[in-house]
């Protein structure tokens, strides 16, 4: 029998298209350009302030669309109490995204995970406001999310840590079985 390389720790997968800024969220604030995650990173750390937070294993996949079938294995393989989805707060539209969601939210694996869903505001001063913001409001309440399901959404820039993202990873961790 194998050993089992998972420690008794929360598993939280980091999902999103491409470039949205997962790997830029996972490692933490970084002024390097990144290269695309081929595969997957996996990093052991605290979501925020390391003092008082948890340490989760957080794992980083690839956005690219033809490497998104994978997503699957991964969380129809391990038991992820947390799932972070990041788009792009630049994004023309959010359909995709918001397929993306529904899909995920209903997947047995992971119905019992916790979703926090993560605008990168990418330094632009641009929020997700009005229109946009109300329909992803409507999105979160929507009919294709079963109302038991653990889900809410921040909006921060991922190079400039703050309260807002300070709240974000306390709301995951306050919500994670
Ligand atoms: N200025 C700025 N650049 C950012 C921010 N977040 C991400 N970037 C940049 O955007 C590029 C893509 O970010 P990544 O974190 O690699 O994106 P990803 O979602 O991991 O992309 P894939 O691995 O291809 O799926 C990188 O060059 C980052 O440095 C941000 O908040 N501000
Ligand atoms: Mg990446």
Not at 81 to 110: A, C, M, P, Q, R
């Amino acid at each position: 029998m194998g050993r089992n390389p998972l420690k008794r720790m929360p598993q939280v997968l980091i999902v999103g298209d491409e470039g949205t800024g997962k790997t830029t969220l996972a490692i933490g604030e970084s002024l390097k350009e990144l290269e695309p995650t081929q595969g997957y990173n996996r990093f052991e750390k605290c979501l925020h302030d390391s003092e008082t937070g948890k340490i989760v294993s957080i794992w980083d996949v690839s956005g690219n669309e033809i490497l998104k079938p994978l997503w699957s294995a991964y969380y129809k393989n391990i038991f992820f109490s947390g799932v972070i989805y990041v788009i792009d707060s630049n994004s023309i539209n959010y359909e995709k995204s918001i397929k993306d969601i529904h899909f995920l939210v209903n997947e047995e694996e992971l119905r019992d995970a916790a979703f926090l869903i993560l605008f990168n505001m990418k330094g632009t001063k641009k929020e997700v406001t009005g229109r946009k913001g109300s329909e992803l409001s409507l999105l979160l309440k929507g009919d294709e999310i079963h109302t038991s399901t653990k889900i809410n959404y921040f909006e921060f820039n991922f190079k400039g840590y703050d309260q807002t993202a300070k709240n974000a990873f306390t709301w995951l961790e306050e919500n994670m079985n």
